[in-house]
């Protein structure tokens, strides 16, 4: 008889009954504390594992088995799922007596598993198709029997998976086809006949501005066929917006995105042209000669009305020193851009490992003349290939523009180097890519507003609301560790003789 054990079992019993070696009837009641065997799964007879016999009179014992033995039955483990245990007793004054039971281990509760599977059956009746077996046909076939378990208005004749699939079938009729009369195929067929109500833009470049107008479209329902707003008039707005949301997120963040420009001090000049998407100092310094990136003073402003002169003050676009320095020198400007975007996709022809002539025409955009625009932007290769014909983006920091010769320089340098003849590539600010549902969002609510598009607009700058914090929080954080005091730096007294 097999006595089942749940794999997690910890002990089990293993029953004897036992008789007089010389005639092998009469039962033997003075056994209590012999010592029986155990066999594994077949392996030889071992005492391990199991305790000596307990009397339960007239002849019957057990003896415990320790299912959690490291060695059970000279296994060399303990039992798991699938082990059968069987045992053998025989003293001087016994017949040999092999246990009435053997021990088998499963992975279920042999006292409560079942019954719950049973459970989940359900109550079948057991009889004519009232079975799984019965339930699992008439489900699928339309000829079987219908169990009377089922009940309902349920026929295996119309209801059935073998029916239902002939249905299918006869209602495609012999003509069907998938790409024309499909439920997916006549909704693009409707979409068509009432485009451009519902249609969406198609794609305008292949970096950024392009992403960001197709989405602006499709949050707006704004359609590329006779569209209200042209690619230019989404462009200038996005300008306007990313200049909004980039001053509104530094507002209230550690983060500030730093660009670094070199500063030529002429002895007895006052007035130095800042870079034209200057928007805030944010030091100004002398840097070890020697190339180590050392620190040696920093230039802060005094008090406007100090009798020694504010040291250095903005006017509009203009470094002003006041008084006037004696000497020449060079000096490090870190300042906070504004954010206005003057992003561009284009195709260069011409470029070497640090620098990129930016061509006459480009495809989506715009371009921009003023000197050093782009110092602090993201110059991102869009398409092109190595020497091996392969591509990957390398994306480089552009640390001086000069649009006499239209050449930006980027560092560090590229490596490996593009090769052939055409690189398309997009300039845009640095983090770019963290406000692009943001700025189609903006955009798009302006866009709804000006159709007098309530519910858009209230739907769009619930969007736009979320979408805003959760930007402004990822900025908030960037600098968690020291967040600004790295930027408080120790202030340096002004070296004398700099006046």
Same mark, same amino acid.
């Given at each position: 008889?097999?006595?089942?054990?749940?794999?997690?079992?910890?002990?089990?019993k293993?029953?004897?009954?036992?008789?007089?070696?010389?005639? @092998?009837?009469?039962?033997?009641?003075?056994?209590?504390?012999?010592?029986?065997?155990?066999?594994?799964?077949?392996?030889?007879?071992?005492?391990?594992?199991?305790?000596?016999?307990?009397?339960?009179? %007239?002849?019957?014992?057990?003896? $415990?088995? $320790?299912?959690?033995?490291?060695?059970?039955? @000279?296994?060399? !483990?303990?039992?798991?799922? /699938?082990?059968?245990?069987?045992?053998?007793?025989?003293?001087?004054?016994t017949?040999?007596?092999?246990?009435?039971?053997?021990?088998?281990?499963?992975?279920?509760?042999?006292?409560?598993?079942?019954?719950?599977?049973?459970?989940?059956?359900?109550?079948?009746?057991?009889?004519?198709?009232?079975?799984?077996?019965?339930?699992?046909?008439?489900?699928?076939?339309?000829?079987?029997s219908?169990? #009377?378990?089922?009940?309902?208005?349920?026929?295996?004749?119309?209801? +059935?998976?073998?029916?239902?699939?002939?249905?299918?079938?006869?209602?495609? /009729? *012999?003509?069907?086809?998938?790409?024309?009369?499909?439920?997916?195929?006549?909704?693009n067929?409707?979409?068509?006949?009432?485009?451009?109500?519902i249609?969406?833009?198609?794609?305008?470049?292949?970096?950024?501005?392009?992403?960001?107008?197709?989405?602006?479209?499709?949050?707006?329902?704004?359609?590329?066929?006779?569209?209200?707003?042209?690619?230019? $008039?989404?462009?200038?707005?996005?300008?306007?917006?990313w200049t909004?949301?980039?001053?509104?997120?530094?507002?209230?963040?550690?983060?500030?995105? &730093?660009?670094?420009?070199?500063l030529?001090?002429?002895?007895?000049?006052?007035?130095?042209?800042?870079?034209?998407?200057?928007?805030?100092?944010?030091?100004?310094?002398?840097?070890?000669?020697?190339?180590?990136?050392?620190?040696? &003073?920093?230039?802060?402003?005094?008090?406007?009305? +100090?009798?020694?002169?504010?040291? &250095?003050?903005?006017?509009?676009?203009?470094?002003?020193?006041?008084?006037?320095?004696? %000497?020449?020198e060079?000096?490090?400007? #870190?300042?906070?851009?504004? @954010?206005?975007?003057?992003?561009?996709?284009?195709?260069?022809?011409?470029?070497?490992?640090?620098?990129?002539?930016?061509? *006459?025409?480009?495809?989506?955009?715009?371009?921009?003349?003023?000197?050093?625009?782009?110092? /602090?932007?993201?110059?991102?290769?869009?398409?092109?290939?190595?020497?091996?014909?392969?591509?990957?983006?390398?994306? =480089?920091?552009?640390?001086?523009?000069?649009?006499s010769?239209?050449?930006?320089?980027? #560092?560090?340098?590229?490596?490996?180097?593009?090769? @052939?003849?055409?690189?398309?590539?997009?300039?845009?600010?640095? +983090?770019?890519?963290?406000?692009?549902?943001?700025? !189609?969002?903006?955009?798009a609510?302006?866009?709804?507003? #000006?159709?007098?598009? %309530?519910?858009?607009?209230?739907?769009? %700058?619930?969007?736009?609301?979320? !979408?805003?914090?959760l930007?402004?929080a990822?900025?908030?954080?960037?600098?968690?560790?020291?967040?600004?005091?790295f !930027?408080?730096?120790?202030? =340096?007294?002004?070296?004398?003789?700099?006046?």
């Amino acid at each position: 008889m097999a006595d089942l054990r749940i794999k997690t079992a910890t002990t089990a019993k293993l029953f004897f009954y036992l008789v007089d070696a010389t005639d @092998g009837i009469t039962a033997k009641t003075g056994e209590a504390g012999g010592q029986p065997q155990i066999s594994v799964n077949g392996a030889a007879f071992s005492n391990t594992g199991v305790g000596t016999l307990v009397s339960m009179t %007239n002849g019957h014992y057990y003896a $415990d088995v $320790d299912l959690t033995n490291a060695n059970l039955g @000279g296994t060399g !483990a303990a039992a798991v799922a /699938g082990d059968r245990v069987v045992g053998r007793y025989k003293s001087a004054a016994t017949a040999e007596a092999p246990s009435l039971n053997q021990i088998h281990v499963v992975e279920f509760n042999p006292n409560t598993d079942i019954d719950t599977l049973v459970d989940r059956l359900g109550a079948f009746a057991g009889s004519g198709a009232n079975t799984v077996l019965g339930v699992l046909q008439a489900l699928a076939r339309k000829d079987a029997s219908l169990p #009377s378990d089922i009940g309902g208005t349920y026929a295996v004749a119309t209801d +059935s998976l073998e029916a239902t699939a002939e249905q299918l079938v006869s209602a495609e /009729g *012999a003509a069907f086809a998938t790409s024309s009369d499909s439920l997916h195929a006549i909704r693009n067929a409707i979409d068509t006949l009432i485009a451009p109500a519902i249609t969406t833009a198609t794609s305008v470049g292949t970096g950024f501005l392009g992403d960001v107008i197709d989405r602006i479209r499709k949050y707006a329902s704004e359609p590329s066929l006779d569209a209200a707003y042209s690619n230019t $008039d989404l462009i200038r707005m996005i300008q306007d917006a990313w200049t909004e949301v980039y001053r509104e997120t530094c507002m209230v963040a550690d983060w500030q995105q &730093w660009v670094r420009y070199t500063l030529t001090i002429a002895a007895a000049t006052t007035e130095y042209a800042l870079p034209p998407n200057f928007d805030q100092i944010l030091k100004l310094e002398k840097m070890d000669e020697s190339g180590q990136g050392v620190v040696l &003073w920093e230039f802060n402003p005094r008090h406007p009305l +100090s009798p020694y002169g504010p040291g &250095w003050s903005i006017e509009g676009t203009t470094l002003r020193l006041e008084p006037k320095w004696s %000497n020449a020198e060079t000096l490090r400007l #870190s300042y906070r851009p504004t @954010g206005q975007v003057s992003v561009h996709e284009a195709d260069a022809t011409v470029w070497t490992s640090t620098t990129i002539t930016f061509p *006459a025409a480009v495809n989506v955009g715009s371009l921009d003349k003023r000197v050093n625009a782009y110092a /602090g932007y993201i110059l991102r290769p869009i398409t092109g290939t190595y020497a091996s014909g392969s591509f990957y983006q390398q994306e =480089r920091t552009i640390t001086s523009y000069d649009p006499s010769t239209q050449i930006a320089t980027f #560092s560090p340098a590229w490596s490996p180097l593009y090769n @052939g003849a055409t690189l398309t590539y997009e300039v845009l600010p640095q +983090s770019a890519d963290a406000f692009r549902k943001v700025i !189609a969002l903006k955009v798009a609510r302006l866009l709804a507003v #000006s159709r007098a598009n %309530n519910e858009r607009a209230t739907m769009l %700058n619930t969007e736009y609301q979320d !979408a805003k914090r959760l930007l402004q929080a990822h900025f908030a954080n960037m600098n968690q560790r020291m967040g600004k005091s790295f !930027a408080r730096g120790v202030r =340096r007294p002004w070296a004398s003789g700099r006046m």
